[in-house]
């Protein structure tokens, strides 16, 4: 291989190590010797199956992305739902207020009509 192949196929490597998903064990696993071995592993492989790899990997990160932001999606409705249910106990307990304070209101002018 001539040099620019070789550095080509070691960025290769690396991005591929940088985006290849990994299980947490894997991760808490992961050194630099580690990162090294699965490297010289992979620099016999053909340029075109590391492509595919890298964008098999996007493809799942994007994926998990995806299901990421619908359940933040999914929680921020249920939140406004929430909000939406404190609202209107709010509104119900003004209500109810009202209708106490128009009820006092009343009686107190019956009093007064019938005192004079």
């Not at 990997?57 to 406004?80: A, C």
């Not at 249910?85 to 019956?110: G, P, S």
């Amino acid at each position: 291989m001539e040099k620019n192949e070789t550095s080509l196929m070691d960025k290769l490597i690396d991005l591929y190590l940088s985006v290849k998903v990994r299980s947490v064990e894997d991760l808490e696993k992961v050194d630099e010797e580690g990162l090294e071995r699965e490297g010289n592993e992979l620099a016999g492989a053909n340029p075109l199956v590391l492509i595919d790899y890298i964008k098999a990997s996007i493809e799942i990160l994007l994926k998990l992305k995806d299901e990421k932001n619908n359940i933040s999606t999914y929680n921020s409705v249920q939140s406004g739902k929430e909000v939406q249910e404190d609202y209107e106990e709010q509104i119900q307990k003004l209500e109810a207020e009202t209708r106490m304070h128009i009820r006092v209101h009343l009686n107190l002018l019956c009093f007064r009509l019938n005192n004079s």
